[in-house]
């Protein structure tokens, strides 16, 4: 694996989260994509949205990805609520907002998916249209 990537077996989240942060958004990214792979959801979401923090466009893309009720990230076998589409939501945005164009795909994948639910009388997901972020 890459450097820093790989976890000493003794150490602790606590001890390995900081270690990685401070070798750069880059080692942040492949860590957090690392994490993933081995289905360790929680420390991916840490780690990429530590990554999209620093500016790293596809770290927002891929946390975005991990609250998507509609697309199954690799590493995730269960669907998220409606509701953790507010989380998929701003991170599609912010990595919009940054020049991915991916993720105006996964905006438009995801509204069309809200839209389908509060047609079928899903409550949660017609709050989410109607406070749904205008184009810019």
């Known amino acids: 694996g890459s450097p ?36 360790e959801l929680d420390e991916a979401e840490i780690l990429y949205r530590n990554a999209c923090d620093r ?21 995730r076998d269960t669907q998220r609520s409606p509701a953790d589409a507010r989380q998929a939501v701003s991170l599609y945005r ?6 991915s164009a991916d993720a105006e795909k996964d905006l438009e994948r995801l509204r069309d998916a ?15 249209l109607d406070t749904w972020p205008k184009k810019p």
């Open 55 to 75: 500016g790293k466009v596809e770290a927002c893309r891929l946390a975005g990805q991990l609250y998507d009720p509609v697309d199954l990230a690799p590493g």
């Open 114 to 128: 809200i839209e389908k639910a509060a047609q079928a009388g899903d409550s949660t997901a017609r709050v989410l």
């Open 4 to 39: 820093g990537a790989s976890a000493e077996p003794s150490e602790t989240r606590e001890q390995r989260l900081p270690r990685i942060v401070a070798q750069g958004a880059d080692a942040v990214l492949a860590a957090g994509r690392t994490a993933q792979g081995a289905k």
């Open 94 to 99: 912010k990595a919009l907002e940054a020049g």
